[in-house]
């Protein structure tokens, strides 16, 4: 089982990233992905996650109206798309594979001008 995270980067207040996560080796349209994101000193927390046919999402309420997840069953691959990014969004930002307890090694995501 394999999960390698893209797409992070040093972005400006108010912009927009948006993150890749290419999964491997297990069925990867059976598998709920979450995202989670870990900040210095904090604990990691669930940003999103979606369902495997994609037909359910759900956010943590800090990025509601702001981030969108999504999913390419057919490229084995689940997306993160951030807008309108803040400071406070800054985080290793980790995809996580539920029914396979599988996580990627993080991508790095800074919010500063």
């Known amino acids: 089982v394999q999960l390698v995270e893209s797409g992070g980067g040093l972005v400006q207040p108010g912009g927009s990233l948006r993150l890749s996560c290419a999964a491997s080796?297990?069925?990867?349209?059976?598998?709920?992905m979450s995202w989670y994101r870990q900040a210095p000193g904090k604990e990691r927390e669930l940003v999103a996650f979606?369902?495997?046919?994609?037909?359910?999402?759900n956010y943590a309420d800090s990025v509601k109206g702001r981030f969108t997840i999504s999913r390419d069953n057919a490229k084995n691959t689940v997306y993160l798309q951030m807008n309108n990014l803040k400071p406070e969004d800054t985080a290793v930002y980790y995809c996580?594979?539920?029914?396979?307890?599988?996580w990627g090694q993080g991508t790095q995501v800074t919010v500063s001008s």
């Open positions: 080796g297990f069925t990867f349209s059976s598998a709920t």
């Open positions: 979606i369902t495997s046919a994609g037909g359910s999402t």
């Open positions: 996580y594979a539920l029914q396979f307890r599988a």
